[in-house]
């Protein structure tokens, strides 16, 4: 699979501009070629380990137009390990994105926001008026 794909986005592209031909790469010779490339020491030895999620999106809309867009990310297990007394919510810790060398780019300072890749948003009208909500749950883009 992993040979397929390699192949796929080294070659594969619109017919018409493809520099090598497909025939070519479902060759008998070409393929007996990859085939020998496969041995039980590349073989993947078991299943993965995804890590887990902790991020939820809520988009919701009425009918005259009001509109949320939240995202809940604890971030990292159960967040920051507080929860607010009486309630069971567990607060995040989107805060750990800072650094406490000063000489890093996301050094903590007042009036900074931590890097992260959560995006609750709006796409708006022309007139400012809001069209949509969309959300980005994050993670490595």
């Given at each position: 699979?992993?040979?397929?794909?390699?192949?796929?986005?080294?070659?594969?592209?619109?017919?018409?501009?493809?520099?090598?031909?497909?025939a070519?790469?479902?060759?008998?010779?070409?393929?007996?070629?990859?085939?020998?490339?496969?041995?039980?020491?590349?073989?993947?030895?078991?299943?993965?380990?995804?890590?887990?999620?902790?991020?939820?999106?809520?988009?919701?809309?009425?009918?005259?137009?009001?509109?949320?867009?939240?995202?809940?990310?604890?971030?990292?297990?159960?967040?920051?390990?507080?929860?607010?007394?009486?309630?069971?919510?567990?607060?995040?810790?989107?805060?750990?994105?800072?650094?406490?060398?000063?000489?890093?780019?996301?050094?903590?300072a007042?009036?900074?926001?931590?890097?992260?890749?959560?995006?609750?948003?709006?796409?708006?009208?022309?007139?400012?008026?809001p069209?949509?909500?969309?959300?980005?749950?994050?993670?490595?883009?």
């Amino acid at each position: 699979m992993k040979l397929a794909l390699a192949d796929l986005d080294e070659h594969v592209a619109d017919s018409e501009h493809m520099r090598v031909p497909s025939a070519d790469l479902l060759g008998k010779a070409y393929l007996t070629e990859r085939a020998g490339l496969i041995t039980d020491q590349a073989a993947n030895p078991g299943h993965g380990s995804p890590k887990p999620g902790g991020t939820v999106y809520l988009s919701a809309a009425d009918e005259s137009g009001m509109m949320i867009s939240f995202i809940q990310s604890n971030y990292m297990g159960f967040g920051s390990g507080v929860v607010v007394p009486g309630t069971g919510i567990s607060m995040q810790n989107r805060g750990a994105g800072f650094s406490l060398d000063p000489q890093h780019v996301n050094y903590v300072a007042p009036r900074k926001r931590p890097f992260h890749t959560i995006i609750p948003g709006f796409v708006m009208n022309a007139d400012g008026t809001p069209l949509m909500s969309f959300g980005l749950m994050g993670g490595p883009m």
